[in-house]
């Protein structure tokens, strides 16, 4: 157990919608990323916020958008849901700000699945 | 061009032998960070190991070690004594730099581990 929480563990929605996965860091770290993982684009980086503020960005689409809160935790809002958006998103934290040794724990991840 | 490339798509060891999973990786920056994880059938993606660029000796991790070979630019990770339980999708990652917070994962290498 990475100390890194996530919900729903599972999520079956319809094209159009809108969800929200929500992520908990484990005690003490600073930092939330979120990643999207399809078995045709692989692993992919998504967004980071440190400490409530937007830090770097990566092929997140316009359609998404994510917080982070005064008590650390991160929201990522999916819209307008496409087939193409059911993937397995994860959630990771880390220490710091992500430099040198700040290692990423990951959380167990929500499964969107789109109908 | 890819970042990060593992050649090995699949691999099939018997139980109680060493695996090597193979790892090349692309960058220009002086200072980057090498990662590997492990993603059991379950999903969640577990940290095994963490190699600098600038770390003298290979990093180990009980049963994991990092065949660090910066000339060549690889990062191979070695698991001893494998055991049924080390069956799992494991991805190659790296950071570069020493202030970018993205984490560029490989494909992954699918390992089996036959009875």
């Known amino acids: 157990d990475s100390g890194v929480t996530q919900t729903p563990k599972h999520l079956i929605t319809a094209t159009g919608q809108r969800v929200t996965l929500r992520c908990s860091p484990r005690?003490?770290?600073?930092?939330v990323y979120w990643y999207q993982q399809s078995l045709d684009q692989g692993l992919q980086f998504l967004i980071q916020y440190y400490n409530g503020e937007e830090r770097a960005k990566g092929n997140i689409l316009e359609r998404f958008s994510a917080q982070q809160f005064p008590d650390l935790h991160s929201e990522l809002n999916l819209s307008s849901l496409e087939l193409g958006d059911s993937a397995l998103y994860f959630c990771?934290?880390?220490?710091?700000?992500?430099?040198?040794?700040?290692?990423?724990?990951f959380g167990p991840g929500t499964r969107l699945t789109v109908l | 061009a890819q970042k990060i490339t593992q050649t090995q798509p699949g691999m099939f060891v018997q139980e109680k032998e060493a695996v090597t999973l193979d790892c090349t990786y692309d960058t220009s920056d002086p200072s980057y960070g090498l990662f590997w994880y492990k993603q059991p059938s379950s999903g969640e993606m577990i940290f095994l190991i963490y190699q600098g660029s600038y770390d003298q000796q290979n990093a180990t991790e009980g049963r994991y070690s990092l065949n660090f070979q910066k000339a060549r630019k690889s990062a191979n990770l070695v698991i001893s004594a494998s055991q049924l339980g080390d069956s799992a999708m494991y991805f190659c990652?790296?950071?570069?730099?020493?202030?970018?917070?993205?984490?560029?994962f490989g494909k992954g290498t699918r390992l089996h581990i036959l009875p």
């Open positions: 005690s003490g770290d600073l930092s």
């Open positions: 990771a934290s880390s220490a710091l700000a992500g430099e040198g040794t700040d290692t990423q724990y």
């Open positions: 990652a790296m950071r570069e730099g020493d202030r970018d917070d993205k984490i560029i």
